[in-house]
């Protein structure tokens, strides 16, 4: 390289120095790493196939729709409550969510980028974006086909109606791997084991707390994303029924849908702040605990 | 207000984690150039490394770099490129793709980003392989690529943990000229190491730390002056290390004498007079020796010395 090349070089280096970025190219530049390295895991291998796997029942059923036809709207409805937003927004949250902090400190990487002038609130804004789209853009794909198979059986055309119902539990799937999400990615910025943390948090504490009347349900996430579906059929309704069944009637403070979508909203950008305010303050070493 | 050259100042810097004091009531400053941290494991290198690149708050006292503190200070951390010790990448990424990436989280477009990281592979010899997994390569190319991803950003200062841990001979020579061209294109280096020799090769100034305080700041010679200060240390090499060490048991300058393997290690407060005597004896009594060998030859021996 010449003198005059070098110096050219070196010109263009201190002009990008005294240039920062703006904060939405750092946001951006996060999110797009995180969809980048999302699909070369071998989790999400594995999630790729847990997804694809409801699929199957709807097809089943189409194949043997001579034998057995069941309604194509209920087999739906129950593969998109249980299966999509009960099992598997909250698995994924607990797979990918955990690991969007918790990755970076466990595996040693996080030196290289809070060593870069990028400010870390954006950096954690860019990794639960990007989780947000990778996991929504596979959850959804799974569930429309699914759709589009239970269309096949009987009392379930595809047009406007059905359409709608499919965008009402895809817009809760979104919410509930945004709330989910946002917790699971805390807990993996916070604590050393936030796999265990986020399984007693959502099959244990969510399950005690919907049993219990009263408001007590309103500390979970489970409480948000069931108000938000279309039809319920659940632990809770079984549970209030059987409460009523002995002749007392229960407090149930329900939640409509919009106040319930908003509440999930501000779940999610509540515990995305909390992150970020953890990752600017903590000071992550090598041994996880020294800093804690 | 710092001179000019000055890019480094600590005033009583301290870190703790707990009851584990890991800087202790650090005060000095860092000149620009080319600066050898020492020290053996546990003295404090990783932790004052970790202050400086702003991934530590102290515990007490002020560190600046460039004049500002460096922890979230996002002009500070523009001018620095840090090389940590740890090998860990993102899983299934390709050297090139590595270094792009953390050239984007610098803030630079892909265009940029791309060319930076050519250049970058490019000067550490990685252009032929730089396009396959990492995954693939060996532990003197994986520490090639991420010194690359330091010298990507073009950084004012740089910082390099235990660079040469992990390089072939070949690689360890390639190292050192890099960073003597580096010094020479006028940046600053901080490098660490427990090694002093590897130290010794890329630079005359060193800050020597034990127990996370200073044991001794400045370059070679200044510290070899620190010396005379204290006992030097004489191997002998003879068939009877016994015969020769008890020439020397009586001396009110030797300080202490150790055996092993047909050698004798006589420390001495006063290394003439040990060195006249001694010579005096095999000219006069014949005693045996195989060889002598002062221990001072290297920063090794001052390294020892300072910390004992």
New interface residues.
């Given amino acids: 390289m010449t003198n005059r090349g070098i110096k050219e070089e070196r010109m263009l280096s201190e002009k990008l120095q005294k240039t920062p970025a703006p904060y939405g190219r750092y946001v951006l530049t996060a999110c797009h790493h995180t969809l980048t390295i999302l699909p070369r895991r071998k989790m999400t291998i594995l999630a790729g196939v847990i997804t694809a796997m409801p699929i199957s029942i709807p097809i089943l059923l189409v194949m043997n729709s001579s034998i057995w036809d069941p309604e194509g709207e209920a087999v739906f409805i129950r593969l998109a409550q249980f299966v999509y937003i009960g099992a598997l927004c909250p698995l994924f949250a607990l797979l990918f969510g955990t690991s969007l902090i918790g990755e970076d400190v466990e595996n040693q990487t996080f030196p290289y980028l809070f060593t870069r002038p990028i400010p870390r609130s954006a950096w954690v804004l860019g990794r639960f974006l990007g989780y947000v789209i990778g996991t929504s853009a596979m959850l959804a794909g799974s569930m429309a086909v699914t759709f589009l198979a239970c269309t096949q059986l009987s009392k379930f055309p595809l047009d406007g109606g059905t359409l709608a119902l499919f965008g009402q539990f895809a817009g809760a799937t979104l919410m509930s791997l945004a709330g989910y999400g946002a917790v699971c990615m805390f807990l993996g910025a916070l604590v050393r084991h936030p796999v265990v943390i986020g399984i007693l948090f959502m099959f244990l504490w969510q399950r005690l707390a919907v049993m219990v009347a009263g408001y007590v349900d309103f500390l979970t996430v489970e409480k948000y994303v069931s108000a938000m579906l279309p039809r319920r059929e659940g632990l809770e309704d079984a549970w209030h029924r059987l409460i009523s069944s002995l002749g007392v009637e229960p407090l149930v403070v329900d939640v409509g849908p919009w106040p319930a979508a908003f509440a999930l909203a501000g779940i999610s950008a509540g515990f995305v702040f909390l992150t970020a305010y953890v990752v600017v303050n903590r000071e992550y070493s090598a041994a996880r605990s020294a800093s804690a | 207000m710092s001179a000019p050259n000055i890019i480094l100042e600590t005033e009583g810097l301290s870190k703790w984690?707990?009851e584990v004091v890991a800087v202790n009531n650090l005060t000095l400053s860092l000149e620009q150039g080319v600066t050898g941290l020492l020290g053996p494991n546990g003295a404090g290198k990783s932790t004052f490394i970790?202050l400086c690149?702003?991934?530590?708050?102290p515990s007490r006292g002020t560190i600046a770099l460039f004049g500002s503190p460096p922890r979230?200070n996002?002009?500070v951390?523009?001018?620095?490129g840090?090389c940590?010790e740890?090998d860990?990448?993102?899983?299934?990424?390709t050297g090139f793709e590595f270094v792009q990436?953390?050239c984007?989280?610098?803030?630079?477009s892909w265009r940029?980003a791309k060319r930076s990281a050519v250049e970058a592979c490019e000067r550490v010899g990685m252009t032929a392989r730089m396009k396959d997994p990492i995954t693939t390569y060996s532990k003197g190319m994986r520490q090639r690529i991420k010194i690359a991803?330091a010298l990507a950003l073009?950084p004012?200062f740089l910082v390099l943990d235990e660079p040469m841990q992990g390089l072939d001979p070949e690689g360890r020579e390639e190292m050192f000229s890099l960073i003597g061209a580096l010094g020479k294109e006028g940046r600053s280096v901080l490098v660490s190491s427990h090694i002093l020799y590897e130290i010794e090769r890329v630079t005359n100034t060193v800050l020597l730390l034990h127990q996370g305080s200073v044991l001794a700041h400045g370059s070679v010679r200044h510290i070899r002056d620190l010396i005379d200060e204290h006992p030097h240390a004489v191997t002998i090499e003879s068939r009877d290390p016994k015969r020769v060490a008890a020439q020397f048991v009586s001396d009110a300058a030797t300080l202490g004498i150790e055996y092993s393997n047909g050698q004798v290690v006589i420390r001495t407060s006063d290394p003439n007079a040990f060195y006249q005597k001694l010579n005096d004896l095999v000219l006069d009594s014949g005693l045996d020796i195989a060889s002598i060998r002062c221990a001072d030859d290297d920063l090794q021996s001052v390294f020892e010395y300072l910390i004992h």
């Fill in positions: 984690f707990g970790r690149t702003g991934l530590y708050a979230h996002l002009d951390l523009r001018m620095i840090y940590p740890s860990v990448f993102y899983e299934g990424m990436w953390l984007r989280y610098w803030g630079m940029d991803q073009d004012e």
